[in-house]
């Protein structure tokens, strides 16, 4: 089993920043790669960033991309999500997912199903 537990949501203006924080515990050695989804009131869950673990490439999705950072600390067992140039569009609840498999390719890392532990999540609020 692995816990994953999400930091660092809240309330900012547009355009302001916000940095994430995941932090795994338990059965780590397991992972393939992390990656951060969001949820707004009424949607499906959406890809917004993933991270291999143990060879750093990262991806992201056209709507973050040059907006959006995702890095991991191996040392410390976290993720990282720094956000910038923040837009009200932005707002849902951000949760970390764990990969235990890795599986290459955009449709892959995407799909919510690839991961197989989640956190609660940390809710982000952008004002207009």
């Known amino acids: 089993q692995v816990q994953l537990e999400e930091s660092g949501g809240g309330l900012v203006q547009a355009g302001g920043s916000l940095g994430l924080s995941c932090a795994a515990s338990?059965?780590?050695?397991?992972?393939?790669?992390m990656g951060w989804f969001r949820q707004a009131p009424g949607k499906e869950r959406e890809f917004v960033a993933f991270i291999v673990w143990y060879g750093g490439s990262t991806y992201y999705a056209d709507s973050v991309k040059g907006r959006f950072t995702i890095s991991r600390d191996n040392a410390k067992n976290t993720m990282a999500l720094q956000m910038n140039s923040l837009k009200p569009e932005d707002t849902a609840v951000y949760l970390c997912g764990f990969m235990t498999s890795y599986c290459s390719g955009y449709g892959c890392y995407t799909t919510a199903t690839s991961y197989k532990y989640w956190g609660q999540g940390t809710q982000v609020t952008v004002s207009s």
């Open positions: 338990g059965r780590t050695f397991s992972r393939a790669g």
